[in-house]
């Protein structure tokens, strides 16, 4: 019985293993524009519970590589990989919601889903977690928190953060308004050549001479 036990623990091992390979293999063929056999690939390791081929299928279905574009497909598999626990496949999922592609729109569920994401370090779920705090939607209007994580991410390096934080401290919203505050932050994003930031730090520069 025991030997019998290791042969099926072996067998299962060897299973996770080949669908690891189709993974692998699947980035493989895509990465050389194989698009019909990444396809393949990442069908075989995504119905064997591979959460990352899952990811990959459902953004290939997302932008119709190597088959029609099919939101609600996208939608399906970016579930099961977020349910998998492949977190950048939560954050597409919210968008998902946040949007309505392929599902009915859900700003209180793109919400949950961009927290979760979060919570487990994403810059850009903390940022949309923050921008929606902000705006108020899908959640109640929280300026604390979006100004928490508007400077997290800011300080990652994330420029619209940078440049939603400078309109805050800008206009006084949730802190003291602060215009020098506001040019740092306006000119940090504008270094990372967000349009927007530009044009605002060189009206409020002109301003404050």
Do not use: W
């Amino acid at each position: 019985m025991k030997k019998f036990l290791q042969l099926l623990s072996f067998l299962a091992l060897s299973a996770q293993l080949s669908y690891a390979d189709d993974l692998l293999d699947g980035i493989a063929a895509y990465e050389k524009s194989d698009y019909g056999s990444a396809i393949t690939l990442f069908q075989s390791a995504c119905e064997a519970d591979n959460a990352e081929a899952c990811y990959n299928l459902a953004t290939m279905y997302d932008a119709g590589l190597g088959v029609y574009k099919d939101d609600v497909k996208a939608v399906t598999l970016f579930t099961k990989a977020c349910d998998g626990g492949f977190i950048d496949s939560c954050y597409n999922l919210g968008m998902m919601y946040d949007s309505g592609e392929g599902i009915a729109k859900d700003a209180l569920k793109a919400f949950t889903l961009f927290y979760k994401t979060c919570e487990s370090g994403h810059t850009r779920g903390c940022y949309n977690v923050a921008l929606m705090s902000y705006k108020g939607q899908g959640v109640q209007k929280n300026y604390p928190k979006a100004i928490e994580l508007f400077q997290k991410t800011c300080d990652e390096g994330y420029e619209k953060s940078c440049y939603n934080l400078g309109v805050m401290y800008h206009n006084g919203e949730g802190v003291t308004k602060n215009l020098d505050k506001a040019l740092e932050l306006y000119k940090k994003a504008c270094e990372q050549n967000l349009s927007i930031a530009c044009k605002n730090y060189g009206k409020l520069r002109n301003e404050m001479q």
